[in-house]
């Protein structure tokens, strides 16, 4: 049980686009949605808490207006990395909680790797 | 604020040997810990945490941490390592004393273990 998936697994895009990156909770309901972004070599950095149906809490030194959060239901969350340039590529993750904000254990998506070019 | 520290960036050991991940934090309420381990491109996977209770917590594939409030520490350990747990450790941190508080991550220690 508690399985995320994510979608796509890895995109490579041109200076400029617009990139969305799915999150969904297969197998239960997801209150609340992370998403985080990790260097290499380096730890997660969490970009974002989002959640159902409310708008995202960005940290701090994260352009909310540049990744875009929906959670439309409690199985979706999207990210949308938008006019994405070179310093935007990434390895991007998403969890989710069951619990809204008093989540436990975070149960982690697989990554996308975002690459632009 | 909250933090931890993941002393090493990596840990070598033979195979069937015991290992040992160490981890220390900082929080200023009640410490919920937690272990991950990431392989290669891949995105976090949960192993065990540590809320209440004992504090030997038993994990998935083997591994076990000891919370240890004195030394503010909760080392990952396995009796016998195998070379398939050669991954990404991460320890994270969150401050359980009601109200959200979001985790915190270590730097990760890249665990090699040697046939």
């Known amino acids: 049980g508690a399985v995320v998936s994510q979608h796509p697994s890895w995109v490579i895009c041109k200076s400029g686009t617009s990139v969305k990156i799915e999150c969904r909770s297969l197998d239960f309901q997801a209150t609340t949605m992370f998403w985080y972004r990790q260097f290499p070599k380096q730890s997660l950095m969490l970009m974002a808490t989002?959640?159902?149906?409310?708008?995202?809490?960005?940290e701090q030194g994260v352009e909310k207006d540049k990744f875009l959060i929906n959670h439309a239901s409690l199985t979706l969350s999207t990210l949308t990395v938008t006019s994405a340039h070179p310093e935007d590529s990434s390895f991007y993750i998403c969890s989710a909680g069951t619990s809204g904000g008093r989540t436990d254990t975070q149960y982690f998506g697989p990554g996308t790797r975002l690459t632009v070019l | 604020a909250q933090s931890v520290a993941q002393p090493e960036d990596q840990v070598n050991v033979a195979e069937g040997n015991p290992l040992t991940v160490k981890c220390t934090y900082s929080v200023s309420g009640n410490p919920y810990l937690f272990w991950y381990v990431q392989y290669p491109n891949r995105g976090l996977q949960f192993l065990l945490k540590?809320?209440?209770?004992?504090?030997l917590v038993k994990g998935s594939y083997g591994f076990e941490a000891e919370f240890n409030k004195s030394q503010t520490s909760f080392h990952l350990k396995k009796p016998s390592a195998l070379v398939s747990d050669s991954a990404l450790y991460f320890c994270?941190?969150?401050?359980?004393?009601?109200?959200?508080?979001?985790?915190?991550f270590g730097t990760g220690t890249k665990l090699q273990v040697i046939p």
């Open positions: 540590y809320i209440t209770g004992d504090n």
């Open positions: 989002s959640n159902e149906g409310s708008k995202a809490t960005y």
């Open positions: 994270a941190v969150r401050d359980g004393s009601g109200g959200y508080q979001k985790v915190t």
